[in-house]
């Protein structure tokens, strides 16, 4: 399975971006799916995650209300709109699939494939 996101770049504080994360290779239907952060001198960090049926998403508190998980089925790719970005949003965001459904839906061990990454700089 291959994972590439896209969509990061420069934004204002408080303005909008849209991730895309499209993946090939595998059954994409059946996993579920999250993205993570690391901005720099941090570890990486959870942000969001959608279960395989769409139906169950779970996100970070400092992300709640700002930002959606979805995903397309038909376009076998996952998103993640961000609204009112904020400085502290600045990171690279990596997008994750887990073919198993693990519970620990925020823990990096449960996804299997990984992308390499997109930057996201909040910035005046």
């Known amino acids: 399975v291959q994972l590439q996101a896209s969509g990061g770049g420069l934004v204002q504080p408080g303005g909008s971006l849209r991730l895309s994360c499209a993946a090939s290779?595998?059954?994409?239907?059946?996993?579920?799916m999250a993205w993570f952060r690391q901005a720099p001198g941090r570890e990486r960090e959870f942000v969001a995650s959608i279960s395989w049926s769409g139906a169950s998403t779970n996100y970070v508190d400092s992300v709640k209300a700002r930002f959606t998980i979805s995903k397309d089925d038909a376009k076998n790719t996952v998103y993640l709109q961000m609204n009112s970005l904020k400085p502290e949003d600045t990171a690279v965001y990596y997008c994750?699939?887990?073919?198993?459904?693990?519970?620990?839906?925020?823990?990096?061990?449960?996804?299997?494939?990984w992308g390499l990454g997109t930057l996201v700089t909040v910035s005046s």
């Open positions: 290779g595998g059954t994409f239907s059946r996993y579920q």
């Open positions: 994750a699939a887990d073919p198993w459904g693990n519970s620990k839906y925020d823990t990096l061990g449960s996804y299997h494939y």
